[in-house]
């Protein structure tokens, strides 16, 4: 067993381990197009697929380098997820358009699933199921009350698993039993976007990197981008920065709220272990409200743990001891081995948590997956993309609900310690 030593962790995702070189992109950015996104990963690439199959000219420009993002370094769990319950949305928006937009998160995964058979994408993609775990005995008969509802009325298939079961699913003793949702699935998020970068090269996107947006100018007809690689002209913009949005455009800037997601990788550990903890090798969550997800990896010699374990965002090392901790009060037998790896990443949540995509002033938009992006994100770029393209595929039941913001929010979350602070106390109660 390794003598931990945290300083020691690398900070590059595990997910990045073995990944096949990125291809290479070129440097200049084209004068014009048909279509700027702004945002390279699962939302932008997805969008610009479409786009480029559709025919439409599309250059897709992103600040960093391909590795860089929430989509190359989550933890590839796919689930249907739409954070408000059917109940809650039903009182906003009526029960139909409720319905319609809890049905969002289960076309998200079929869509996904769907894409990566068709389109042959290697990327560990399993349809393995989670197991959600009760955190308290009052949160496990919710659980079980709320599946049994979502199956009857949104036909999302589940089943319980009581404490006494419990250890067929997961090897810890540390939850009140939980509930299997059947078609929720893994991925290895990294390789799903090398492959989402290949198949928009291959539809013919130019994908430019190392270029940040800087300004959306209006123009009579369409729109010219600033970037730090000169300016370029389309009749369409699309913003797919989720979680990174930056004052190029502030009204979506003032709608999203960014928080650090960390996580944590174990060194290789015995495959006694990884069965005994992960026997059926699902993916995992908890009802916490900071809630802790995780996962054995694809190959089945690692732990993936992730959380949010301190108030204020910080140095992803700063936090694996915390993790570590937490990961070993869930699962004892951990206790000693060592870590390989610790990065982390930044969500978008919104006000309502819901997920927002539309067209204001004339600029597509897709964001705000609050957590839940892998195949959420993938999906609502198809549909922004063949919006763009005038389809009526690209209807969503996101399209034409209020956004929210609050008074005096410009984009940074100084609310977000304090709220933190207040959910993890809460989760100890
Ligand atoms: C640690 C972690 C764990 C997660 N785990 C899961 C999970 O298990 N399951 C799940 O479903 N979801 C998970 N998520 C969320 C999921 O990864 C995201 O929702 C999803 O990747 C969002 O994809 P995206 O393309 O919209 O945004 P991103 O992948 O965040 O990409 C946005 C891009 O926009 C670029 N950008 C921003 N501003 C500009 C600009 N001005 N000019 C040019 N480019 C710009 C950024 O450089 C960035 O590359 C996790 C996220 C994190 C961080």
């Given at each position: 067993?390794?003598?931990?030593?945290?300083?020691?962790?690398?900070?590059?995702?595990?997910?990045?381990?073995?990944?096949?070189?990125?291809?290479?992109?070129?440097?200049?950015?084209?004068?014009?197009?048909?279509?700027?996104?702004?945002?390279a990963r699962y939302t932008g690439l997805s969008a610009g697929i479409t786009l480029a199959r559709g025919?439409?000219?599309?250059?897709?420009?992103?600040?960093?380098?391909?590795?860089?993002?929430?989509?190359?370094?989550?933890?590839?769990?796919?689930?249907?997820?739409?954070?408000?319950?059917?109940?809650?949305?039903?009182?906003?928006?009526?029960?139909?358009?409720?319905?319609?937009?809890?049905?969002?998160?289960?076309?998200?995964?079929?869509?996904?699933?769907?894409?990566?058979?068709?389109?042959?994408?290697?990327?560990?993609?399993?349809?393995?199921?989670?197991?959600?775990?009760?955190?308290?005995?009052?949160?496990?008969?919710?659980?079980?009350?709320?599946?049994?509802?979502?199956?009857?009325?949104?036909?999302?298939?589940?089943?319980?698993?009581?404490?006494?079961?419990?250890?067929?699913?997961?090897?810890?003793?540390?939850?009140?039993?939980?509930?299997?949702?059947?078609?929720?699935?893994?991925?290895?998020?990294?390789?799903?976007?090398?492959?989402?970068?290949?198949?928009?090269?291959?539809?013919?996107?130019?994908?430019?990197?190392?270029?940040?947006?800087?300004?959306?100018?209006?123009?009579?007809?369409?729109?010219?981008?600033?970037?730090?690689?000169?300016?370029?002209?389309?009749?369409?913009?699309?913003?797919?920065?989720?979680?990174?949005?930056?004052?190029?455009?502030?009204?979506?800037?003032?709608?999203?709220?960014?928080?650090?997601?960390?996580?944590?990788?174990?060194?290789?550990?015995?495959?006694?272990?990884?069965?005994?903890?992960?026997?059926?090798?699902?993916?995992?969550?908890?009802?916490?409200?900071?809630?802790?997800?995780?996962?054995?990896?694809?190959?089945?010699?690692?732990?993936?743990?992730?959380?949010?374990?301190?108030?204020?965002?910080?140095?992803?090392?700063?936090?694996?001891?915390?993790?570590?901790?937490?990961?070993?009060?869930?699962?004892?037998?951990?206790?000693?081995?060592?870590?390989?790896?610790?990065?982390?990443?930044?969500?978008?949540?919104?006000?309502?948590?819901?997920?927002?995509?539309?067209?204001?002033?004339?600029?597509?938009?897709?964001?705000?997956?609050?957590?839940?992006?892998?195949?959420?994100?993938?999906?609502?770029?198809?549909?922004?993309?063949?919006?763009?393209?005038?389809?009526?595929?690209?209807?969503?039941?996101?399209?034409?609900?209020?956004?929210?913001?609050?008074?005096?929010?410009?984009?940074?979350?100084?609310?977000?310690?304090?709220?933190?602070?207040?959910?993890?106390?809460?989760?100890?109660?």
């Open positions: 067993m390794a003598v931990m030593n945290f300083n020691e962790i690398s900070r590059v995702p595990l997910w990045h381990d073995h990944l096949a070189d990125a291809p290479e992109l070129p440097e200049d950015l084209p004068r014009q197009a048909d279509v700027v996104i702004i945002g025919g439409r000219s599309t250059v897709i420009i992103d600040a960093e380098d391909p590795g860089y993002s929430c989509s190359s370094r989550n933890g590839g769990q796919v689930s249907t997820s739409v954070k408000p319950t059917l109940e809650k949305l039903a009182k906003k928006f009526g029960l139909e358009k409720a319905r319609a937009i809890r049905g969002e998160g289960v076309s998200a995964l079929n869509w996904l699933a769907d894409f990566v058979a068709r389109e042959e994408i290697d990327c560990d993609f399993h349809q393995c199921g989670r197991f959600h775990a009760a955190h308290t005995p009052e949160h496990y008969e919710t659980l079980v009350r709320d599946a049994e509802l979502m199956k009857l009325r949104e036909g999302i298939e589940s089943f319980a698993v009581p404490r006494e079961d419990q250890r067929t699913e997961l090897g810890s003793g540390s939850y009140f039993g939980g509930v299997i949702f059947t078609r929720h699935s893994s991925v290895h998020p990294a390789k799903m976007l090398r492959e989402f970068l290949h198949i928009a090269l291959s539809a013919g996107a130019t994908v430019i990197g190392k270029c940040p947006a800087t300004r959306i100018e209006k123009l009579g007809k369409g729109f010219r981008v600033h970037t730090h690689k000169g300016i370029v002209e389309a009749e369409n913009v699309i913003v797919a920065t989720n979680g990174y949005t930056t004052n190029v455009n502030p009204r979506l800037r003032k709608r999203v709220i960014p928080i650090g997601s960390y996580v944590i990788a174990t060194e290789e550990l015995p495959a006694e272990v990884v069965d005994e903890l992960f026997p059926t090798d699902r993916i995992a969550s908890d009802t916490c409200k900071v809630l802790y997800y995780y996962r054995a990896t694809p190959d089945r010699k690692r732990i993936v743990f992730g959380g949010r374990v301190l108030a204020a965002e910080c140095d992803p090392v700063e936090a694996a001891p915390h993790l570590y901790k937490h990961m070993c009060r869930i699962f004892p037998q951990l206790e000693g081995y060592g870590l390989s790896h610790a990065w982390s990443g930044t969500v978008a949540y919104s006000f309502d948590e819901l997920a927002h995509t539309g067209v204001h002033d004339g600029i597509h938009y897709s964001l705000g997956y609050c957590g839940s992006g892998a195949s959420m994100a993938s999906y609502l770029g198809v549909r922004t993309g063949q919006k763009v393209l005038g389809l009526p595929e690209g209807a969503t039941a996101f399209d034409g609900i209020p956004h929210p913001t609050q008074l005096f929010y410009t984009g940074k979350p100084w609310f977000l310690p304090a709220a933190v602070s207040y959910y993890r106390w809460a989760d100890t109660r």
